[in-house]
């Protein structure tokens, strides 16, 4: 079962502009993670925010959370063609050990 | 470090035949897991282990198998492949947990099965 789903499932959108991608999730959560997926490799981590934590920075990446709507969202500022690829979230409950992974959002970042 | 390595990258397997799958991580992690990823799926967790001798199962376990006899190697055996288990497959590592906070997660490249 999955506890992350992102939206939209496909984005895109010009070099320079902003992306947005949201993850909703069922239940109450440690931390959630964000990761980047290019197209044929593993998965990249990109950020962790914690459960008291309601935004978080990193480069060009800004992540926020509302553990009261269950939600997450990441945000890309002044996109470029490199920052195609797939994002995901993923959450661990306080009850489990392992990571649940949303079905991902496809970002495509147009020169 | 070479980080979380698989081989092989692709394998074409017929319908019954076995194989594993290996992953090595240099980290010295105790957490280890392998994901199969199918498309619109995401990643779903098949096994997963907290250290050298401990595995269990995953969200979709069924056709595979995990041992774990040291930190470092983790493989996963099919025991008789299936179409339905054509996907890409993923070993990760990680610290694991500590006091209540999860570590991130480190990747292998992958390998690429088909079942045919």
């Known amino acids: 079962s999955q506890q992350g789903e992102e939206d939209p499932q496909a984005l895109s959108i010009q070099e320079g502009e902003n992306a947005t991608m949201n993850c909703s999730y069922k239940?109450?959560?440690?931390?959630l993670q964000w990761y980047r997926q290019n197209s044929g490799r593993g998965l990249v981590h990109l950020i962790l925010i914690r459960s008291n934590e309601r935004e978080k920075h990193s480069g060009r990446l800004r992540v926020t959370l509302d553990t009261s709507k269950k939600s997450s969202s990441l945000l890309i500022t002044a996109s470029r063609a490199a920052d195609t690829a797939s994002y995901f979230c993923?959450?661990?409950?306080?009850?489990?050990?392992?990571?649940?992974f949303g079905p991902g959002t496809r970002l495509s970042v147009l020169p | 470090n070479a980080g979380v390595t698989q081989t092989p990258k692709f394998q074409v397997l017929k319908t019954g035949q076995s194989m594993t799958l290996q992953c090595a991580q240099d980290m010295n992690h105790e957490y280890m897991s392998w994901y199969r990823q199918d498309p619109g799926m995401g990643l779903r967790l098949i096994h997963y282990?907290?250290?050298?001798?401990?595995?269990d199962q995953g969200e979709v376990p069924n056709g595979y198998n995990v041992s774990r006899s040291t930190t470092e190697d983790f493989p996963l055996r099919l025991l008789s492949a299936a179409p339905s288990q054509t996907s890409v497959y993923f070993c990760a590592s990680s610290p694991g947990t500590s006091g209540g906070y999860s570590y991130e997660q480190y990747f292998g490249p992958g390998t690429r099965l088909t079942v045919t």
């Open positions: 993923a959450t661990r409950d306080n009850y489990g050990q392992n990571f649940v």
């Open positions: 239940t109450s959560i440690n931390n």
């Open positions: 282990s907290v250290g050298a001798g401990i595995t």
